[in-house]
């Protein structure tokens, strides 16, 4: 019968495996998924106060994506990217214009159930943010639960430079866990 014990190089082994563990999940944590908290209602059906989500920084930023950003005077948003750089955008009727053309928001359709019409109140790029274009490397951006968001109509369009990441999945609680859809 053979006896195994553990050796000082199976201890030693033990700890560069660990150590490369935590290197690899402190690099993911940190740069690849960041955990973020939602803060306010804004984005209420899909994201309510208080979920927990995680941020992707590393791929290209589209039109529907949710996305999470800091303005210069420091504070965090998390909103829906409608309008790309160089598109022209506009609200008439309660439907998106992009470059003149319809474009439908099937996410908007358990929020546009509220009886208060229009849901999304009428304007143009110009009317809130004095451009007839989205200018280059900017996004404009809508909180899902129109009527009280804080978005591009108030403070303009994001810069590339501001956003921290693209919402892929609600962790916590356990309740909403679900992944984060651009439609």
């Given at each position: ?6 050796t000082?190089d199976?201890f030693?082994l033990a700890?560069k495996?660990?150590?490369?563990a935590?290197?690899?999940g402190?690099i993911?944590r940190?740069?690849l998924l960041i955990?973020i908290q939602v803060t306010g209602?804004?984005m209420e059906?899909?994201l309510?106060?208080g979920?927990?989500i995680?941020l992707?920084n ?11 950003f ?5 504070t965090?948003?998390?909103k ?15 439907r ?8 439908a928001e099937p ?5 546009q159930?509220?009886k208060v019409k ?6 143009t790029?110009?009317?809130v943010a ?5 200018p ?5 951006v809508?909180?899902d639960?129109r009527?009280i ?7 303009g ?15 916590y609680?356990l309740t909403?866990?679900?992944i984060i859809s651009r439609?």
């Open positions: 019968m053979v006896k195994k014990y553990v000082r199976h030693w700890m495996y660990l150590f490369i935590l290197v690899f402190f993911i940190g740069f955990p209602n804004s059906k899909t309510r106060q979920d927990m995680v992707e590393y791929t290209q930023i589209k039109r529907f994506d949710v996305i999470v800091k303005k210069s005077d420091g965090t948003y998390i829906r990217v409608v309008g790309l750089p160089g598109e022209k955008i506009a609200y008439h009727n309660d998106l214009l992009v470059n003149d053309q319809p474009v996410f908007l359709k358990q929020n159930k509220q229009p849901y999304t109140p009428d304007f790029l110009f009317d004095n451009e007839t274009q989205i280059q490397k900017n996004y404009f809508l909180g639960n009527r968001s804080k978005d591009s109509r108030s403070f369009t994001v810069e590339a430079s501001e956003i921290l990441g693209k919402a892929r999945f609600v962790y609680p909403h866990a679900k439609h």
